[in-house]
């Protein structure tokens, strides 16, 4: 199978996995109406920035993100992606945690947080140890398993919609642009490992559209299945409303007759890939970064996998993930802006600079 097309899976599944949960309760926060809006713009600025990064990628052919900072030189290298690797570690940890304390409270009931912890960290670490060549063809069967399913579960819930609570459809302002929520919304975004698999392939901005298209979809139903349940006045009120409006639904014909059951078990899969893919990030920066005689790749996974576990089993309540993973959204924008201009601004002088020597 193409690697571009691979890669197009593990990005809609690190979208997915990323936003389902507190994406919608921004986005009521954010507009009373008009909701498809705050979506769209979210989106296309998004869309800008992966053009950005892409470009940028494209003047360095078969090389990735470390080895384009490594050429700007190793302090410029370091001060870029050694705090970037600790915001890894933090949203790993908060990530494992926050769909831990999901499966607990939709499925598993009486079982306590840590052997759910326990398992998510074997399986993430091992097939992070396995290479990108193995999460990309997880990706690849996963995502034809979850996806068929995400559908059901989006579509059974029309049978508690109530079409009315969508009004009014068209927005009556744009305040929403200045409000820093709105930049929030920025940091629901993934595509910043892309350009750490850029050596395998050249990424093209074509195939990452399609991709974006179908995460525009989960991103639109994640927003519209909460609100056409609840409406506008009860969605705001809650956390979790995706969730929430799922655990509605009732399909005795399923063999799992809570909609909710099939959104947990779907989304643990894409959790693990998000996890695997932020695991392989991590020790590749480190490695390359580095640049230790003694410290191999699979060191600096089951190294900084043991870290982020303690991390995620520390967090002592499900309000506190809560809170840093709204924390860690700051910080993703701020990754998101810088790596990406530095890294076209960079390629973009290199060229310009090859261009008049050669014409000198």
């Given at each position: ?14 979208y997915?996995?990323?936003n ?19 979506v ?17 990628l ?10 384009i ?7 410029v ?7 970037y690797?600790v915001f ?26 840590w ?43 029309f ?6 609570n969508?009004s ?10 200045i ?37 525009m ?5 994640s927003v ?5 349940i609840?409406?506008q ?6 956390s ?10 009732e ?8 909609q ?10 894409f ?38 576990f ?10 506190w ?19 990406p201009?530095t890294?076209?601004i ?15």
């Amino acid at each position: 199978m193409s690697l571009k097309l691979q890669i197009g899976f593990v990005f809609i599944i690190m979208y997915v996995s990323l936003n389902h949960l507190f994406y919608p309760d921004l986005i009521f926060q954010l507009t009373n109406y008009g909701h498809w809006e705050v979506v769209l713009f979210q989106g296309l600025l998004q869309l800008l920035l992966i053009w950005i990064y892409i470009k940028g990628l494209s003047y360095f052919p078969q090389q990735d993100v470390i080895d384009i900072c490594l050429k700007m030189g190793k302090l410029v290298a370091f001060i870029l992606l050694i705090p970037y690797v600790v915001f890894l570690i933090g949203l790993f940890a908060v990530n494992n945690r926050l769909h831990t304390e999901i499966i607990t409270s939709t499925f598993l009931s009486h079982t306590p947080s840590w052997p759910i912890l326990v398992l998510l960290f074997f399986v993430t670490t091992y097939i992070a140890l396995t290479g990108l060549g193995t999460i990309l063809r997880a990706s690849f069967f996963i995502f034809f398993m979850v996806t068929p399913l995400l559908m059901l579960v989006t579509f059974t819930s029309f049978i508690n919609i109530d079409w009315y609570n969508a009004s009014p459809v068209w927005p009556l302002s744009l305040d929403f642009l200045i409000n820093k929520k709105f930049f929030y919304l920025m940091g629901y975004s993934a595509f910043l490992p892309l350009g750490f698999m850029a050596y395998k392939t050249k990424l093209t901005f074509g195939s990452i559209f399609l991709a974006w298209i179908c995460v525009m979809f989960f991103f639109l139903s994640s927003v519209y299945i909460p609100l056409l349940i609840f409406g506008q006045e009860s969605a705001i009120t809650l956390s979790f409303s995706m969730v929430k409006a799922i655990y509605t639904v009732e399909v005795d014909w399923f063999f799992l007759n809570k909609q909710s059951m099939v959104l947990g078990l779907s989304l643990i899969g894409f959790t693990i890939i998000l996890n695997a893919v932020l695991l392989w990030v991590i020790g590749r920066i480190m490695h390359k970064v580095l640049r230790w005689k003694k410290g191999k790749v699979s060191y600096w996974i089951i190294t900084f996998s043991v870290i982020a576990f303690i991390c995620s089993f520390l967090i002592p309540s499900l309000g506190w993930t809560e809170k840093i993973f709204l924390w860690s959204v700051g910080a993703q924008v701020y990754f998101m802006v810088i790596i990406p201009f530095t890294i076209f601004i960079y390629g973009f002088v290199m060229k310009r600079g090859t261009a008049c020597y050669e014409k000198g």
